[in-house]
C-alpha cells in the first residue's frame, strides 16, 4: 500500500488507513454483481475509467485485491466474498435508515419489497399478488416488485437486498438461515411431453427410470436454479449420469414440443412446477402436441412446495402484512398455508 493511502493529518491517526466511503461499496457490490467492469459502469451511470479508479482505490485502502481479473469478466477473491457479504449489509441498513428518517418525517410512506421470480405459475403469482397488494393497501404501504431469481437459500432476501419473496423451498425447513420466515404455500408439479409412441404414453403415466433413459429437455437453470438442481439430484438417485437438456428454444412450447418430436433419441419435455400436485390429472389424450403426450409422473416425485419468506428481523408493520397474505394466496379447496418457522 502506498503512502499516500494513509492518513497522516489527525492527531492519533497516523498510520490508520483512509475511510471506506459508501459510493466505493456501492461501486464494489455494483461490480460483483455484473461481472464485468463495462456493465457494471452502465448500470450505475459512470465511467468505466471512473470505476476502476474507485474500485482500485477501495482495494488499496483494504490492502488486497478483491477480484480476480479474467478475459471474460471479474470474479470475487475469497476477501471480496467476505467484503460483499459486508457491503451490502452496509448499503442495506443505510436505505432502510434513511428511509425510515424520511418516513418519520412524513416524506414518504413505508415500502415492502418483494421478488415475483420469472417461472412462477401463473395462478400463483396473480393470488399472491392480489393478496400482498390488499394487506399492503389496508396498512398504507407501497409494494415495490422486484423480478428477480431466488437461489434455494434465498440470498437476496437473507442479504437485505429485498425484503420478502415468492420462491421454492428445496432444503428443510432446519437447514433454512434462523432469521428467515417461511410460509408454505402448496406442493406444485411439472408437466411432461413424451413422444405418442413411447410405450407410457398408452399407460398416461411415466417412471423416473423410464425418463433417465430419454432426453429430458428442462430448464435452463439459471431460471430456476434451486427446482433445476433438486430434481436434477432426483433424477440421479437412479441414473448418476444423467444431465438435463437445455431447452433450444426459450418461452416457446410449441416449438419445442416440434423439436422434441422430431429429435434422433427419444425425447421428453419437462415444465417447471406449475400444477398443484393435489389436482385432478386430466384425461391422457385430452392434449396432444405435434406427436408429443402430456403424461403424469408416476408417485409425484418431482415436486416444489412454493413458499412466501422474509427476514424475522422486518419492521413489524411489513411482517403483519406479509403474516396477513399469506394465508389468502390459496386455491379454493386447498388448505390454507402453514408458516414452517415463526
Known amino acids: 500500500m502506498k503512502a499516500a493511502d494513509w492518513d497522516h493529518g489527525a492527531p492519533g491517526t497516523a498510520g490508520a488507513p483512509l475511510a471506506i466511503e459508501l459510493r466505493h461499496l456501492r461501486y464494489f457490490a455494483a461490480l460483483a454483481d455484473a461481472g464485468s467492469f463495462t456493465r457494471a459502469a452502465a448500470r450505475m451511470f459512470i465511467s468505466q475509467p471512473t470505476l476502476s479508479q474507485q474500485i482500485r482505490r477501495l482495494e488499496a485502502i483494504i490492502g488486497t485485491p478483491l477480484f480476480q481479473r479474467q478475459r471474460d469478466g471479474v470474479r470475487l477473491t475469497p476477501a471480496g466474498e467476505v467484503?460483499?457479504?459486508?457491503?451490502?449489509?452496509?448499503?442495506?441498513?443505510?436505505?432502510?435508515?434513511?428511509s425510515r428518517t424520511r418516513q418519520e418525517a412524513g416524506l414518504e410512506r413505508q415500502r415492502l419489497r418483494v421478488i415475483v421470480p420469472p417461472g412462477l405459475p401463473?395462478?400463483?403469482?396473480?393470488?399472491a399478488a392480489s393478496a400482498l397488494?390488499?394487506?399492503?393497501?389496508?396498512?398504507?404501504?407501497?409494494?415495490?416488485?422486484?423480478?428477480?431469481?431466488?437461489?434455494?437459500?434465498?440470498?437476496?432476501?437473507?442479504?437485505?437486498?429485498?425484503?420478502?419473496?415468492?420462491?421454492?423451498?428445496?432444503?428443510?425447513?432446519?437447514?433454512?438461515?434462523?432469521?428467515?420466515?417461511?410460509?408454505?404455500?402448496?406442493?406444485?408439479?411439472?408437466?411432461?411431453?413424451?413422444?405418442?409412441?413411447?410405450?407410457?404414453?398408452?399407460?398416461?403415466?411415466?417412471?423416473?427410470?423410464?425418463?433417465?433413459?430419454?432426453?429430458?429437455?428442462?430448464?435452463?437453470?439459471?431460471?430456476?436454479?434451486?427446482?433445476?438442481?433438486?430434481?436434477?439430484?432426483?433424477?440421479?438417485?437412479v441414473d448418476p449420469r444423467f444431465e438435463f437438456t437445455d431447452p433450444p428454444f426459450r418461452r416457446l412450447r410449441e416449438m419445442t414440443l416440434a423439436f422434441a418430436a422430431t429429435a434422433d433419441r427419444p425425447t421428453a419435455v419437462l415444465t417447471g412446477p406449475i400444477i398443484l400436485a393435489e389436482d385432478?390429472?386430466?384425461?391422457?389424450?385430452?392434449?396432444?402436441?405435434?406427436?408429443?403426450?402430456?403424461?403424469?409422473?408416476?408417485?409425484?416425485p418431482l415436486t416444489a412446495t412454493a413458499a412466501l419468506v422474509w427476514n424475522s428481523d422486518l419492521p413489524a408493520p411489513l411482517q403483519r402484512i406479509l403474516a396477513d397474505a399469506g394465508p389468502s394466496i390459496t386455491r379454493p379447496g386447498q388448505q390454507k398455508p402453514a408458516a414452517i418457522r415463526p
Do not use: K, N
Open 83 to 98: 467484503l460483499l457479504d459486508a457491503s451490502r449489509a452496509v448499503l442495506s441498513l443505510m436505505e432502510q435508515g434513511v
Open 122 to 127: 401463473d395462478t400463483l403469482a396473480v393470488e
Open 133 to 237: 397488494r390488499s394487506a399492503a393497501a389496508a396498512a398504507d404501504v407501497d409494494l415495490a416488485w422486484l423480478e428477480i431469481p431466488l437461489d434455494d437459500e434465498f440470498s437476496p432476501i437473507r442479504e437485505h437486498r429485498a425484503d420478502a419473496g415468492l420462491g421454492w423451498l428445496t432444503a428443510r425447513p432446519g437447514e433454512l438461515p434462523a432469521s428467515l420466515v417461511v410460509v408454505s404455500l402448496g406442493d406444485f408439479e411439472p408437466r411432461v411431453w413424451i413422444p405418442a409412441a413411447h410405450a407410457a404414453a398408452r399407460r398416461g403415466r411415466i417412471s423416473l427410470d423410464e425418463m433417465t433413459r430419454m432426453d429430458v429437455i428442462h430448464g435452463p437453470r439459471r431460471a430456476d436454479p434451486a427446482t433445476y438442481d433438486a430434481w436434477a439430484r432426483v433424477l440421479r438417485t
Open 280 to 300: 385432478e390429472p386430466e384425461p391422457i389424450r385430452s392434449t396432444i402436441t405435434h406427436d408429443m403426450v402430456r403424461v403424469s409422473l408416476e408417485g409425484q
